[in-house]
């Protein structure tokens, strides 16, 4: 992807003013997916197309819910249409599409005149180049599953049109590829082997193929929601917060190693940027630091946070912050919404925190986040983020706030990607696990059931969902809601906006606990991790102006796994001091200690 300069950024605003002039009209949902593919943006491509695809149904269905609005818009729209198809060319790499080939072509050939057309046959237009788009961006972000079925889709509906099924052909070559490079085999495709015909599968490719694929934890060129973490302002407000939650620590900024992918050549290459390599190699951010002696097992920190959820149909857990239920005779007996039969609180102030807060939005719709309950084990942890996704949304609506400028999630750090440079060519690192459920479906369905119009709605850009599952995966918190849930995987999860701030290490010196409120403990006795040549050197407590270091997985664990284990949280492979010092270790082959 190359970098976006002012006049690409001014034609996406342009845009973008369109829409909000008229966001029934499919053809500009279109329109920006275009700017979006050219840029590399093929997840934030498959968000639009998929709404212009929802706005085709619109049209066609009389009875819809906007098909008055989508009608006139389109009735009302006197420029060429931008939605006939081209064939499009694939160029056998593991894209489904060339990347110098996307150009405005394959959005604006054979153009028809919208006024006068019948308005079927304009769904029809516009359902069938969403489908083929679909199935062209998906691919491009590893959801071949999902764009195998688009592309099944749109054969089924328009058998006529040939291009569907060379999208299947190449999808599942692009599969081949990627198991030809791992070097196994798979249900009759074998190592090496790169293309396949259909009929000599031995497996299905709308169950078999993939479902995640992955893209950048991307920190938009348009985002204008994220804040100066580092300005003496905001420092100093943060500050203000956190000595109500942690009375002995202050916030700093501080510089930590960049777990990006080392670029090829990077050693080698002269300054093309204002960068230089060694600026590159290290990336400023936020940590907790210790204003004053803290004795063994002494509290530091305690915050309760609304930004929580879970992914249980039936618990006994408080609606806003998770905690448990206390014993009542019965639970009329406990806060209580009385519009809501389920929703139940674990005191009088979470119950007055939930009105302010997020309930509101929410009200009698408890099924709204119904598709994230109960989920395989497999799923869990997705299906937890989800759930957090659709917190977040209640809180926005409610306080009639971006989601991104709330006071949970204005100040989180995604680990986002920095930009990419024209100077240096490299594969970008793609760590943000994606899916069409998860990231499109999914969240405008919660949004349809809290009844926000997802055409117009900021809550809807597929922009803002991922940079909300980059902030989430790098900070939330989880655990079970019971012990038998062990075997159902997490059920739990929170955002606590301070007690993240605290950096993550394997030799952490303080430990957390989180049931309602998280708490740091500074750690002493057995607690302390102990590790290296020099094991005495490892302390009880945090002295003054040591950093407070948490813990993102199990610090018991060997290197190899802790590193598997944190890589979603961080964003790469953990680089602290005791992970470097055992991974060479167990590189020369010395037996553990």
């Not at 034609?11 to 003013?17: G, P, Q, R, S």
């Not at 080698?268 to 936020?286: A, D, G, I, W």
Request: proline content about 6%.
């Amino acid at each position: 992807m190359a970098s976006i300069d002012g006049f690409q950024l001014s034609d996406l605003l342009a845009i973008n003013k369109d829409i909000e002039g008229n966001p029934y009209l499919p053809n500009n949902h279109l329109l920006r997916a275009e700017w979006y593919e050219i840029n590399g943006f093929p997840d934030l491509a498959a968000g639009d197309v998929y709404k212009a695809l929802l706005l085709s149904d619109e049209l066609r269905d009389e009875s819809g819910e906007y098909h008055e609005e989508v009608l006139k818009s389109v009735e009302l729209a006197t420029n060429p249409s931008q939605i006939q198809r081209e064939g499009s060319v694939i160029d056998g790499s593991t894209n489904c599409i060339s990347a110098d080939r996307v150009d405005k072509q394959i959005y604006h050939n054979d153009q028809v005149a919208v006024s006068g057309m019948d308005s079927t046959l304009m769904a029809d237009e516009i359902a069938s180049r969403s489908y083929e788009l679909l199935a062209l961006s998906l691919s491009k972000c590893g959801c071949l599953k999902t764009a195998y079925d688009f592309a099944a889709r749109g054969s089924e509906a328009f058998p006529h049109i040939e291009m569907f099924r060379i999208h299947r052909a190449h999808i599942v070559e692009q599969y081949c590829k990627r198991i030809s490079k791992q070097g196994s085999s798979f249900h009759g495709i074998e190592a090496g082997q790169t293309s396949v015909k259909d009929q000599e599968l031995s497996f299905n490719p709308l169950t078999d193929l993939p479902e995640e694929g992955s893209v950048r934890r991307e920190l938009y060129p348009w985002n204008e929601h994220e804040p100066d973490r580092f300005s003496m302002t905001n420092l100093r407000q943060l500050n203000e917060r956190l000595a109500i939650a942690a009375p002995k620590c202050e916030v700093r900024a501080v510089l930590l190693p960049s777990l990006e992918s080392k670029l090829p050549g990077i050693d080698e290459m002269t300054n093309h940027n204002e960068f230089s390599v060694s600026e590159r190699r290290f990336v400023k951010q936020l940590g907790l630091f210790a204003t004053a002696d803290i004795a063994p097992y002494e509290t530091i920190l305690e915050e309760r946070s609304l930004l929580t959820t879970n992914n249980r149909l039936h618990d006994t857990l408080c609606d806003a912050c998770s905690a448990l239920l206390p014993e009542a005779p019965c639970s009329s007996a406990l806060p209580h919404c009385p519009d809501c039969e389920d929703t139940i609180f674990c005191s009088e102030m979470c119950a007055g925190l939930a009105q302010k807060m997020y309930h509101p939005a929410i009200c009698g719709k408890s099924d709204f986040d119904l598709l994230t309950k109960d989920p395989s084990p497999a799923t869990s942890s997705s299906a937890l983020y989800l759930a957090l996704l659709g917190r977040t949304f209640a809180m926005a609506e409610t306080q009639n706030v971006h989601p991104l400028d709330l006071s949970e999630t204005s100040y989180l750090w995604g680990d986002f990607s920095p930009p990419p440079s024209d100077a240096i060519e490299c594969e970008p690192v793609r760590q943000l696990p994606f899916t069409f459920h998860n990231n499109i479906s999914g969240p405008l369905h919660m949004l349809e059931r809290m009844d926000v119009n997802i055409f117009t709605s900021q809550l809807s850009e597929t922009w803002v969902i991922n940079t909300l599952y980059a902030k989430f995966r790098g900070t939330a918190s989880a655990r079970f809601s019971t012990s038998a849930s062990r075997f159902r995987g997490p059920e739990v999860a929170a955002v606590h906006p301070l007690w993240c701030l605290a950096n993550h290490s394997c030799a952490p010196n303080v430990k957390w606990e989180w049931a309602g409120n998280i708490k740091f403990e500074a750690r002493g006795g057995q607690d302390v991790v102990r590790w290296g040549p020099a094991q005495e050197k490892c302390h009880e407590g945090i002295r003054e102006g040591e950093e407070i270091l948490s813990h993102y997985c199990d610090v018991h664990l060997p290197v190899e796994d802790r590193r598997e284990w944190a890589m979603g949280a961080l964003g790469g492979q953990c680089v602290c001091k005791r992970c470097k010092w055992e991974d060479q270790r167990d590189r020369k082959g010395q037996n553990p200690m």
